[in-house]
């Protein structure tokens, strides 16, 4: 078991998480939950706006909301392997969606998102300028990600007591405030600076209002799993933020994942790995997947399903990035990894620790497609298909200078063709999304079509954590796949509020749970 998570105060969640509108207020972020006082003095808003930007860390590690994002879809499981990576089927409940109320990263993602609104409030309320408009970004978009996960968003209106339980928005009232929001804002957020798309900034505001006019159909839906329409109105809009965006794309791929990855234009907005010695989430995305034995070392994890990985070409680039640099410092392609492992160099066969009379020193590590949600034995350590996303660090594997990406632009010019082809004005920019697939090595027609749309997402945005929002609103998440052979309840279409948080007499469970 390789999880991080160190609960530090009791859980009460909703019932104080929110709080926003007190001038003096000390608190204490504790996993989530606010431990507040009314001692004197001021809030210190450049300190809370760098910790609402530093909550953006929460999305680098394995659990939280990028499982919820990621392992509950076709891209990602995590098979229980022997005595190791079951936490109480933490991780297969998540991939054949049977989780319940009482769910550990359910609980994990609703607490990381709720306590940075709760810092961006006080920032809202206590603020000015610049730091303001900032933190109405970073507000929705923490926001919008528990609109899309939970549908249900408490909030606090201004001056409202801290022991009054906050009141709660419905989905489509949560995303009418956060659109709203974001068009306030957009004309005070200054242009995105080459180099540092770490600040909040007008293409990320953009961005993320393509983001939810896309999905307004999904949100504003009566129920959840749908069926959904899609305003052409609304597909218009997602055009005309798309077209506001300054931007290109990166000539390769993998600038984009690289250590110094923040010197691509194509990135929208990420968020500045921790240096310094502090170590770093980013390693959870070459670690969590890769073998104890091999360069740099891993957990034995996670990894992909073969019916995702088969959408792929097995050159293509987006999966493939086997320079000879990354060979040399680590012995394997960056991207998914299968068959035969190497150290670094690329010639000496890394062993599995598998021991047996023939083999006393191990097996060669051989990654496999085959793969099981509870493996042993012989396979134990080779089942599936491996992911790194992002090209390691050589030089700083503990304290690593990968930004973790957020945003980018192909995602936008991929949102654009879709509200196209779902109804709305505009006219695709055929060179730049030719791009997008010629850069990794194949055909480079781009398909306009839903279906063709659909599939080049996968392949463009793999693990990056769009995938279960993507499947959703192409009517794909609760279909039956390779390693979930059923159909899942309407009810999964959505997370359920945490048990905890229920303790709010104005959240309402969500249907069927």
């Not at 390769?252 to 770093?280: H, M």
């Not at 660090?393 to 063709?417: C, E, H, I, T, W």
């Not at 990794?440 to 749309?453: E, R, V």
Request: glycine letters at 10%; charged letters at 20%; proline letters at 4%.
């Amino acid at each position: 078991m390789k999880r991080i998570n160190i609960i530090k105060g009791i859980l009460l969640t909703s019932t104080i998480v929110l709080g926003v509108s007190c001038t003096n207020l000390d608190e204490e972020v504790l996993d989530g939950v606010v431990v507040s006082s009314t001692g004197g003095g001021t809030v210190n808003t450049s300190s809370l706006l760098t910790s609402s930007y530093e909550g953006l860390r929460g999305f680098e590690t394995q659990g939280q909301m990028f499982a919820l994002d990621e392992m509950s879809t076709d891209a990602l499981v995590g098979p229980t392997r022997g005595g190791d990576w079951d936490d109480n089927a933490t991780w297969r409940q998540i991939h054949v969606h049977t989780w319940a109320p009482d769910h550990v990263e359910v609980r994990n993602a609703w607490n990381a998102l709720l306590s940075q609104v709760y810092n961006c409030n006080l920032v809202i309320e206590n603020g000015s300028g610049a730091e303001v408009a900032q933190a109405r970004f970073l507000r929705a978009f923490y926001y919008y990600n528990v609109i899309d996960l939970f549908g249900q968003v408490p909030y606090r209106e201004a001056g409202s007591s801290l022991e009054a339980d906050p009141k709660v928005w419905t989905r489509i009232e949560a995303t009418d405030f956060v659109i709203s929001e974001l068009e306030a804002v957009v004309g005070s957020l200054p242009a995105r600076t080459l180099g540092n798309t770490s600040v909040a900034n007008a293409d990320a505001a953009h961005f993320l209002l393509a983001k939810l006019y896309l999905n307004k159909g999904v949100f504003k839906a009566a129920d959840a799993a749908g069926p959904y329409t899609f305003d052409a109105a609304d597909m218009t809009k997602v055009v005309t933020n798309v077209d506001a965006i300054n931007s290109t794309l990166a000539v390769d791929y993998w600038d984009n994942f690289k250590p110094g990855n923040n010197t691509s234009n194509e990135i929208l907005f990420s968020s500045v790995n921790v240096r310094g010695g502090a170590g770093g989430g980013i390693q959870f995305h070459w670690r969590m997947g890769m073998h104890y034995n091999q360069t740099p070392d891993g957990w034995n994890g996670f990894a992909t399903v073969a019916e995702y990985y088969d959408k792929f070409n097995p050159n293509d680039r987006r999966i493939k990035n086997a320079d000879a640099d990354i060979i040399t410092a680590f012995g394997n392609p960056v991207g998914f990894q299968i068959g035969q492992i190497y150290k670094p160099g690329g010639t000496v066969k890394v062993l599995d620790r598998i021991k047996s009379d023939a083999n006393p020193d191990g097996q060669p590590l051989v990654f496999t497609k085959a793969l099981t949600l509870i493996t042993s034995g012989a396979t134990l350590e080779s089942a599936g298909v491996r992911g790194q996303k992002y090209i390691p660090d050589s030089q700083n594997l503990g304290a690593p200078d990968n930004d973790y990406v957020f945003m980018r632009y192909s995602d936008a010019l991929m949102m654009k063709a879709e509200a196209i082809a779902r109804g709305g004005a505009g006219t695709n920019d055929v060179v730049k999304l030719a791009a997008i697939v010629s850069r990794s090595g194949q055909p480079a027609a781009f398909p306009t079509t839903l279906d063709g749309i659909y599939l080049e997402r996968g392949k463009e945005l793999w693990w990056e954590g769009w995938r279960r929002n993507d499947m959703i609103r192409f009517g794909k998440f609760l279909q039956a796949r390779e390693l979930k052979p059923y159909v899942s309840d309407n009810k999964y279409a959505l997370f359920p509020i945490p048990a905890d948080a229920l303790f709010n007499a104005n959240l309402k469970q969500n249907p069927g749970y």
